[in-house]
């Protein structure tokens, strides 16, 4: 398995990024998708889920209506629309698949977002 994001950078309070995640090593098309971030200091947090099909997602209160979770399963990859972008969205976010038969989570290298004026 192996999750590549990219995408992240420096942006404005207000401003917007897309990060996208290639996945490889499994069947990208039937398993669900998350995106995750870790501030400095901070544990990992969950942001958003997409299913198979990108027929259902879910947000963190947090990037409810600023951020969206989108998949093209033709190019095995997962974005993230992110706008209205606040300092406090500051972080390094991960792409994660869990694997429910071995009950083990794998992880990308993180994408560093920085919002700061």
């Known amino acids: 398995v192996q999750l590549v994001e990219s995408g992240g950078g420096l942006v404005q309070p207000g401003g917007s990024l897309r990060l996208s995640c290639l996945a490889s090593g499994f069947a990208f098309a039937r398993n669900d998708m998350r995106w995750y971030r870790q501030g400095s200091g901070k544990g990992r947090d969950w942001v958003a889920v997409?299913?198979?099909?990108?027929?259902?997602?879910d947000y963190a209160g947090s990037v409810k209506g600023r951020f969206t979770i989108s998949r093209d399963n033709a190019k095995n990859t997962v974005y993230l629309q992110m706008n209205s972008l606040t300092p406090e969205d500051t972080g390094v976010y991960y792409c994660?698949?869990?694997?429910?038969?071995?009950?083990?989570?794998?992880w990308g290298q993180g994408t560093q977002v920085t919002v700061s004026s």
């Open positions: 997409i299913t198979p099909a990108g027929g259902a997602t």
């Open positions: 994660n698949y869990f694997d429910w038969r071995s009950r083990r989570d794998y």
